[in-house]
């Protein structure tokens, strides 16, 4: 496996409606969570992570 093949990319789409209080700190604490998850796959599988993410407001 060549250094191109070692690399995890995950994205998060993440629709964030009128359920979603901007001062409450909800969409940060998800942010922070899945970059955390992506690191730990990454670190398990040997190999480094790409996250990006895709957030819409409506």
Request: include cysteine.
């Amino acid at each position: 496996m060549n250094e191109k093949d070692k690399k995890i990319k995950v994205t998060l789409n993440v629709n964030i409606g009128s359920s979603w209080d901007e001062n409450s700190g909800e969409v940060e604490n998800a942010i922070q969570s899945y970059c955390e998850f992506a690191e730990a796959l990454a670190k398990k599988n040997d190999c480094d992570c790409e996250v990006n993410f895709d957030i819409e407001a409506f």
